[in-house]
């Protein structure tokens, strides 16, 4: 495995999981290919050796070289919302992780809204913040509050989202969460949507015919369709059927379920769906393909894990797989890069990737999120020289 660097409630679940790394207009080298092509297995049972690769998993292992936290930091944990758990899993890990390492923590709610966020990095900026961690909300959506955080010299380190220079604007931020090695943010969001095409390729047998969502408003929802068409056109059975563009505006205005339910009505022999985000289907996609009879006929993939995702993984309503990520390690993550950032360090890859789920694999106990295969916490316990 390699190791690298990574409106509404429902529509901005998204931005909080970030997951993730760093940007380029190039698709993915390496980590993206070395899970392997489906469309090169062939069909039946042939496409076991792609499954098994995609449960395996792109995950790292966090750093080992030393790192004690200074004394006398204060953080200010920017949530993108703390209306919904895809943005509270991460807020509360980093908090809890800079608490160990005796920082003081402060947690904005961003509201889901830029306004939000922006808002919340200059109080952080007027509070003279040590450290900002902008969970899962990307440079270029609040640049001004993020130039005057950098003028008065707090130290931004990213925590899900790309810095600036991601959309060809100037690098704000000290760094961005590296998640796994030589990968950029770029090709760590286009690895995601390649892993929902070959686990949807491997699962119809190179027969996938796929209602693909396009989430247009985030820089990394692109990403995501990107790295998902790049891999779907290796199979030459395969083809997307139809592509639905999403953005806030369409859940802000009580739509994209609408929206949802007619576009899988005008594919009535598609027999594949992609979500950028697991946070659409429990807000009512599911439901409206159970609703439409079509449940047991389709394979639906979404992103990121979340409980109450799982929960229709495991009982086959609406969701067949997840691109599995986890939160609290890169929460984890986002502080030791600081620690690294505020001593001068370099800072170093964090491991946290992706690993997909679905109700024979990776599944956790009923009630429970996603957990990787990796105790990071006791990881960066040890790097940091803290019990």
Not at 92 to 115: E, F, I, M, R, Y
Not at 135 to 140: M, Q, T, W
Request: one cysteine or more; a neutral charge.
């Amino acid at each position: 495995m390699k190791v690298n660097r990574f409106g509404s409630a429902a529509a901005l679940l998204a931005v909080a999981l970030a997951a993730a790394a760093c940007g380029s207009s190039s698709s993915s080298s390496g980590t993206s290919g070395s899970t392997g092509s489906a469309a090169s297995g062939g069909t039946g049972t042939t496409y076991q050796s792609t499954l098994d690769t995609l449960y395996k998993g792109e995950l790292g292992t966090p750093p080992t070289t030393p790192a004690k936290a200074k004394a006398g930091v204060s953080v200010w944990v920017i949530s993108c919302g703390q209306q919904v758990p895809s943005c509270v899993t991460p807020t509360q890990a980093a908090v809890s992780a800079a608490k160990l390492v005796g920082w003081t923590t402060h947690v904005c709610d961003g509201q889901l809204n830029p306004n939000g966020w922006g808002t919340c990095v200059r109080q952080a900026t007027s509070a003279k913040a040590t450290v900002i961690l902008p969970v899962g909300i990307d440079c270029a959506s609040i640049k001004q509050p993020f130039q005057e955080a950098k003028a008065a010299g707090v130290t931004v380190v990213g925590a899900g989202g790309a810095d600036c220079d991601a959309t060809g604007g100037t690098k704000l931020w000290a760094t961005e969460r590296l998640q796994l090695k030589d990968t950029t943010i770029k090709q760590y969001w286009e690895l995601s949507g390649k892993m929902r095409a070959d686990w949807l390729i491997a699962k119809t047998g190179g027969k996938a015919s796929v209602l693909l969502l396009n989430f247009t408003d985030p820089i990394w929802g692109p990403w995501i369709t990107e790295g998902f068409t790049t891999e779907l056109a290796t199979c030459s059975g395969c083809s997307v059927a139809k592509q639905l563009d999403l953005s806030n505006n369409d859940f802000v205005s009580n739509q994209a379920n609408t929206k949802f339910a007619t576009a899988l009505l005008q594919v009535p022999n598609a027999n594949a769906v992609a979500v950028p985000v697991d946070g659409w289907l429990i807000g009512g996609f599911a439901q409206a393909i159970v609703s439409s009879g079509r449940a047991s006929k389709l394979e639906v993939c979404g992103g990121f894990g979340d409980t109450a995702n799982l929960a229709l993984i495991r009982t086959g309503k609406g969701q067949n797989c997840a691109v599995g990520y986890a939160p609290a390690w890169g929460a984890w993550g986002s502080i030791d890069e600081a620690i690294r950032v505020l001593n001068g360090q370099q800072p170093e890859v964090e491991g946290d990737g992706l690993q997909v789920i679905d109700a024979d694999h990776n599944l956790p106990a009923a009630g429970q999120a996603y957990q990787p295969p990796v105790d990071f916490e006791t990881a960066y316990k040890k790097a940091w020289g803290v019990s």
